[in-house]
């Protein structure tokens, strides 16, 4: 059984701050990961993917992932009242299957 | 590029009722997924499509659950009868095809919340 774990929320930040969310998963053949981003009533969105260890950024959006210790994050700067949503790691469920495993997902809310 | 359709966008029936859900992809997507959302978990895959086959069916209730994808293009999924612990949003998501080392985007259409009473 495949398994995402995400930091549990909610995660309350101040506008302008550095919102940090982690995810950690049990499969060790993943090759790429995807963040999407679910506002409340809305369907998930897709935010960031990152295939290779290391960081990658995307304005105010930073991806982390250390395949060793099958553990990625994802960093918001400067945090807005817009980025409030449910944040899902998505992990694939494995080389070959095309699936995605997601997580609960963290609630994030940022306090204007 | 018009985005993954899915009607219809809410329903409300009686336990024991049927009904069903249909989705279009974005346009040339090979792969079809359908996944059911219970309030406060993340999306969980109930079937797998590539073109009009079934590339896994896993986790999708059997006894219960039905859906095709004919032609390839469209699909449709099926509760009959439903349970109160079917209520959920039923989001259908596509991607280009399932080939090469890394999974490929998928794009959520804008799901449908059922209520099963």
């Known amino acids: 059984q495949k398994e995402v774990e995400q930091n549990s929320g909610p995660l309350s930040v101040p506008e302008g701050a550095i919102a940090s969310l982690n995810c950690t998963y049990s499969?060790?053949?993943?090759?790429?990961f995807f963040w999407y981003r679910q506002y409340s009533g809305k369907s998930p969105e897709l935010i960031m993917s990152?295939?290779?260890?290391g960081d990658k950024e995307d304005g105010r959006f930073t991806a982390q992932l250390n395949k060793a210790s099958q553990y990625v994050s994802l960093l918001i700067r400067d945090s807005q009242p817009s980025d409030s949503a449910t944040y899902l790691c998505?992990?694939?469920?494995?080389?070959?299957?095309?699936?995605?495993?997601f997580g609960k997902g963290t609630k994030l809310s940022v306090i204007p | 590029e018009a985005g993954v359709a899915q009607s219809p966008r809410y329903k409300i029936i009686e336990k024991r009722q049927s009904v069903a859900f249909w989705c279009n992809p974005i346009?040339?997507?090979?792969?079809l997924y359908w996944y059911q959302q219970i309030l406060g978990q993340g999306p969980k895959l109930l079937i797998q499509?590539?073109?009009?086959?079934?590339?896994?069916d896993s986790q999708l209730p059997k006894d219960r659950f039905s859906a095709e994808r004919l032609k390839g293009v469209d699909s449709t999924l099926k509760i009959q009868p439903a349970k109160l612990e079917d209520s959920a949003v039923y989001l259908c998501?596509?991607?280009?095809?399932?080939?090469?080392?890394?999974?490929?985007?998928?794009?959520f259409g804008p799901g449908t919340r059922l209520l099963v009473l």
């Open positions: 998501a596509s991607s280009p095809r399932a080939g090469g080392l890394y999974q490929e985007t998928q794009y």
């Open positions: 499969d060790r053949v993943s090759q790429s």
């Open positions: 990152i295939y290779s260890n």
């Open positions: 998505a992990p694939p469920s494995g080389a070959g299957s095309y699936q995605l495993t």
């Open positions: 346009s040339g997507h090979a792969t």
């Open positions: 499509f590539q073109n009009n086959g079934v590339v896994d």
